[in-house]
Structures are given as structure tokens and as C-alpha cells.
């Protein structure tokens, strides 16, 4: 195993979120299947941007959270579930786990939406 610089610093991830993963499929009642939840600390990004229909104009709100190695090494990938931060509850829409050339995770991000 090669001794790899960490991309996204600890000192760099304080704010704090609950994640809850789900897992590929659904169960009986067409809800989807809680694989793990975490409560963990991320550097947060967010964004937003005003949006124009012919109906409406509203605000869609975004954001990434990156999280210094493994955020869930029973998980293989990160595809969907829902979190907890600055209070609000927001899904995810995507996962990455980006690994280091010896196949070890530097570090986890999650989209929201």
C-alpha cells in the first residue's frame, strides 16, 4: 500500500451532518432499503440559483459534501439517501468514493439536491 496524500484535509471538515445511505432496490412497501446511517463531520460547499419557467421562478438550492477517506467502507458505492445539515433535510443525488491509484479511498463526495 502506497502512503497517498489526503485530498480533503480532516482539519478542513467541521460541519457536522447525519447521512443515511440507501441501498440498491426497495423493500415490500416500495420505500427505499436503509443500508447504513452516519453522523460525521464534512466540508460543506453549497449553491444556489434563481429558476425561470413560463409558470414560476424559484430558487434551487445544491451542494457537495467532502469527506476526508472512507465515510462508510461497508457501503461499496454511494448512489442515493437523504441528510441532515444546518438543520434541513436534503437528498442525495449522487456519491463518489475517488481512490488512490493502490485502490484505497482518499476521499468520499456527496452530491445533494
Not at 8 to 14: E, G, H, I, M, N
Not at 32 to 42: F, G, L, M, R, T
Amino acid at each position: 500500500m502506497g502512503n497517498w496524500p489526503s485530498l480533503v484535509l480532516p482539519q478542513f471538515c467541521k460541519t457536522p451532518i447525519h447521512l443515511i445511505y440507501h441501498q440498491e432496490g426497495i423493500d415490500e412497501d416500495g420505500a427505499p432499503i436503509k443500508a447504513i446511517e452516519i453522523d460525521s463531520v464534512c466540508n460543506y460547499q453549497g449553491s444556489a440559483k434563481r429558476i425561470r419557467t413560463d409558470k414560476e421562478t424559484f430558487v434551487k438550492i445544491t451542494g457537495v459534501c467532502l469527506f476526508n477517506g472512507d465515510i462508510a467502507p461497508e457501503v461499496p458505492e454511494i448512489s442515493s439517501g437523504e441528510v441532515v445539515i444546518f438543520g434541513e433535510k436534503r437528498t442525495i443525488v449522487s456519491g463518489k468514493k475517488a481512490r488512490n491509484p493502490d485502490g484505497s479511498v482518499n476521499y468520499c463526495e456527496v452530491d445533494l439536491g
